[in-house]
């Protein structure tokens, strides 16, 4: 039997999986750490696939999991695992889906740059005392401003997440680990805590927090700078999970 790979490992792919069982639907999700199987309902319907794929190892996945089409559920800035599953979808013919959480509507005050390059060659953060709610994956990028600002960041709560912070030379009174979703009321206390003066996010959508910031932000009278989403361009897409579910079941008849 044909299943349908979710690349998964966010909060839009759990509910996608949630309502692909419900709809009586079977699949295989793919994640990279063992604590986001937490993510998916306990059933026979789905199975969960810890690791990370490559494209030398993918050949044998998709035969191995019978796949019979792919729904890219990674979180936006997965560019990487996005354009692996494009070339496979190329390759070995297989329906593929973009399913990508809803953009924010940009506060018109807000700073945005296209990339973590192009904000690190401006003088934006010179002298602030900079909240970075980025993941942990670009902290080392911020490693040479450690003498030039105050830097902070919000992690995930997870062993690779804090040595990497540590290795981008951020001390762990500078550090605070936790998983999203945040309250608005912990998030400002956090900002009004280390008395920030300035934040920066990825356009990560709603499920990623950037709503909350964009109000947390204005309301306190912070900057927020804004990490613009990679161009990626994907085969097909869509934000609406029932013609995410209609696309699965098409697929699979």
């Not at 920030?196 to 912070?222: N, P, Q």
């Amino acid at each position: 039997m044909a299943l349908v790979w979710i690349i998964g490992g966010t909060q839009e792919s759990a509910v996608l999986v949630q309502s692909l069982a419900a709809a009586e639907i079977s699949c295989i999700v793919s994640v990279t750490t063992e604590s986001a199987r937490s993510l998916y309902p306990a059933t026979p319907l789905v199975q969960v696939w810890v690791g990370r794929l490559q494209p030398q190892t993918l050949p044998n996945f998709l035969e191995t999991c019978s796949i019979g089409c792919i729904v890219d559920a990674s979180h936006p800035f997965a560019v990487e695992v996005s354009q692996i599953a494009i070339d496979a979808s190329a390759k070995y013919q297989l329906p593929y889906l973009r399913y990508e959480r809803q953009s924010v509507d940009s506060d018109p005050s807000g700073i945005h740059f296209h990339s973590f390059d192009a904000l690190l060659e401006s003088d934006r953060l010179v002298g602030e005392r900079v909240l970075l709610t980025i993941g942990y994956r670009p902290l080392a990028l911020f490693q040479p401003w450690q003498t030039r600002s105050t830097l902070f960041a919000r992690i995930l709560p997870s062993q690779v997440a804090l040595e990497a912070a540590l290795t981008a030379g951020f001390t762990t009174d500078r550090l605070i680990a936790l998983r999203p979703p945040v309250s608005v009321d912990l998030e400002r206390a956090l900002w009004q805590q280390w008395q920030i003066s300035l934040v920066v996010t990825k356009a990560s959508g709603s499920a990623g927090g950037e709503d909350t910031k964009h109000r947390l932000a204005a309301e306190l009278g912070i900057p927020l700078i804004v990490i613009d989403r990679p161009p990626v361009q994907y085969p097909r897409q869509t934000q609406d999970i029932k013609a995410a579910i209609d696309f699965c079941r098409r697929c699979l008849i």
